[in-house]
């Protein structure tokens, strides 16, 4: 169950319907999960892919306003870069291992490859984004069990619905506060008095940082469960973030940096290890791949105006709570060598 249905409220913003990225209209997510014995002594496979549709049609075609925010850059992201130059998305999100990028690449390539022929032919390439967490405590992430058809079907299995969470998908190895970890999901409405129309902000995160002694019960009213502590790596966090509320690649980047807040107040510093990443899109608005015009119109809205600070806490307060409903969801795991990290409410 989610935080929320163990008594615990963050924030003041209302969560939207499904509390999850998908309230926002138009936005899907896909996962495979996979967990399983290998026939080498004490190794397993406990990994797996996540799929984020910023839109069921063609990204290529119909791109999406986008930014990233490096919060600490110890990670192996692919796609970053072209995203801060030209402000856009035109693949789905995929998140997965440290090791399962490059099949992950190459999976989603050959999907955009055969649903858009003239990429590479009659016009450009396209820009993959895949973003990761080490999941090598759990799985035995040497062995590459990601596989390009993993990226393909957790893209094809998309869907609009309430989000499955914790131990599933790129968070089936992820060890949080040491703590099965894993993928969490939440959103806020946003409204304003002097707004007519309500938007909505989505989080969507994949959860492998922090030691149990940084995590705050006393705050979240939670009792403290005995433990021994895992002795694992620094960790990670990729958090994407969505709305559907009117605004640009650079006032994207400005909400993605509120995620840092909603992510240290779960108890993390950034460590030196990690790698803490958000990518954050607006479904507003597609930009055509091809079109005949030399200009281009958006509404956008005012950086002074009262939406934009609420846009703010709602993404720092959707990011909070989709770190606390990756460990309230997620299950007690086994992993490779005879490991095994306990859930935090298992």
Not at 129 to 151: F, M, Q
Not at 221 to 232: A, D, H, N, W
Not at 245 to 273: E, F, M, W
């Amino acid at each position: 169950m989610k935080i929320r249905e163990r008594g615990v409220t963050i924030g003041k913003l209302q969560p939207g319907k499904k509390n999850c990225i998908t309230d926002v209209e138009g936005v899907m997510v896909g996962q495979i999960t996979l967990h399983y014995p290998l026939n080498d002594n004490d190794q397993y496979v406990c990994t797996g892919v996540t799929a984020v549709l910023p839109h069921g049609r063609n990204l290529f075609r119909e791109k999406v306003p986008a930014a990233s925010y490096v919060i600490n850059g110890f990670g192996k992201t692919t796609g970053l870069v072209q995203v801060e130059e030209l402000g856009m998305i035109e693949s789905p999100i995929m998140l997965t291992n440290t090791f399962g990028v490059p099949a992950v690449t190459h999976g989603t390539l050959e999907h955009m490859l055969r649903t858009t022929p003239e990429i590479g032919d009659t016009t450009g390439t396209v820009n993959i984004v895949v973003g990761e967490c080490n999941d090598g405590y759990l799985n035995s992430i040497r062995a590459l069990p990601v596989k390009p058809e993993h990226a393909i079907a957790a893209i094809e299995n998309a869907n609009s619905e309430r989000t499955e969470e914790g131990a599933v998908g790129a968070g089936k190895g992820m060890v949080c506060f040491g703590y099965k970890g894993g993928v969490g999901a939440s959103s806020r409405v946003i409204s304003e008095e002097q707004s007519s129309k309500d938007y909505i902000i989505g989080c969507l995160v994949v959860t492998n940082f922090g030691n149990k002694d940084e995590f705050p019960f006393r705050k979240y009213g939670l009792s403290e469960i005995p433990q021994e502590t895992k002795e694992t790596p620094d960790g990670s966090i990729m958090i994407i973030l969505a709305t559907d509320a009117p605004v640009s690649d650079r006032q994207l980047k400005r909400l993605a940096k509120r995620c840092g807040i909603g992510l240290g107040r779960t108890g993390s510093h950034y460590s030196n290890g990690s790698g803490d990443i958000v990518i954050a899109f607006s479904t507003a608005r597609t930009i055509s791949h091809q079109s005949t015009e030399h200009v281009e119109f958006a509404h956008l809205i005012r950086d002074d105006h009262p939406l934009m600070n609420k846009l703010f806490q709602g993404a720092a307060e959707s990011a909070e709570e989709a770190i606390l409903n990756s460990l309230s969801q997620a299950e007690t795991t086994k992993g490779r060598q005879e490991r095994v990290v306990e859930g935090m409410f298992s």
